[in-house]
């Protein structure tokens, strides 16, 4: 148990459904990441929040819709996925950006169909 | 940029062996290393880390790594390999003033009875 919790752990979607991945960290944390881990490829950084304030986006095409509406809060918005976009979707805190450690949630796993 | 690479994408070992997973990084200036372990349908969790200091920097389940400026590395040692052990490893990179992580592709680590 990581202080980072991701709910939900498993969606399926159909590419024009949509959905929101949820994350959710007490650990005073002040910077909140989401994170695409697919298969055979390195982790990539979608986003980064910190203080509230976006400031990252890492070309992430538009059908991925990030909200962070508190420091403790973090959400992923899903709409009109490709099935290119199945992966596990990881969610980070730490102190504040760049902090010399982070702690993930344990993903959600997403299968868009 | 900061990069980070991992000698081999998988390692196999047997019990109680040596477990050696090597990163290599490049950086301008001298960053903070981490170790992070995924094991299946999880999130990573931080092993070790390096930020200043004593360069031989001791993490949880037994695993070590050294930082070594010369060499731009920080392996991942462990003096017996135990079935639990079976893993994903991440080597990741951070530089001192607020950036953010950049991590390796991982090496998938198998433990053999």
């Known amino acids: 148990e990581t202080g980072v919790t991701q709910t939900p752990r498993h969606l399926v979607m159909g590419m024009t459904n949509k959905k929101s991945l949820k994350c959710e960290q007490h650990l005073g944390h002040n910077a909140m990441y989401w994170y695409k881990q697919s298969a055979k490829k390195p982790l990539e950084l979608m986003f980064v929040y910190n203080f509230k304030e976006q400031t990252e986006n890492n070309s992430v095409p538009s059908r991925f819709s990030p909200e962070c509406p508190n420091s403790s809060h973090l959400f992923l918005h899903l709409h009109t996925l490709q099935p290119e976009d199945s992966a596990l979707y990881l969610c980070?805190?730490?102190?504040?950006?760049?902090?010399?450690?982070?702690?993930f949630g344990q993903g959600t796993r997403l299968t868009v169909v | 940029a900061q990069s980070v690479t991992q000698l081999g994408s998988h390692v196999s070992v047997s019990e109680g062996a040596l477990v050696l997973l090597r990163c290599n990084y490049s950086?301008?200036?001298?960053?903070?290393l981490f170790w992070y372990v995924q094991y299946p349908n999880q999130g990573l969790q931080l092993l070790l880390k390096?930020?200043?200091?004593?360069?031989l920097v001791k993490g949880i389940n037994g695993f070590e790594a050294e930082f070594k400026k010369s060499e731009t590395s920080f392996h991942l040692t462990k003096p017996s390999a135990h079935m639990s052990d079976a893993a994903e490893y991440f080597c990741a990179v951070s530089p001192p003033y607020g950036q953010n992580f950049v991590f390796g592709p991982g090496t998938r680590l198998s433990v053999l009875p």
């Open positions: 980070a805190s730490s102190q504040r950006q760049g902090a010399p450690e982070a702690f």
């Open positions: 950086s301008s200036v001298p960053p903070y």
């Open positions: 390096y930020t200043t200091g004593a360069t």
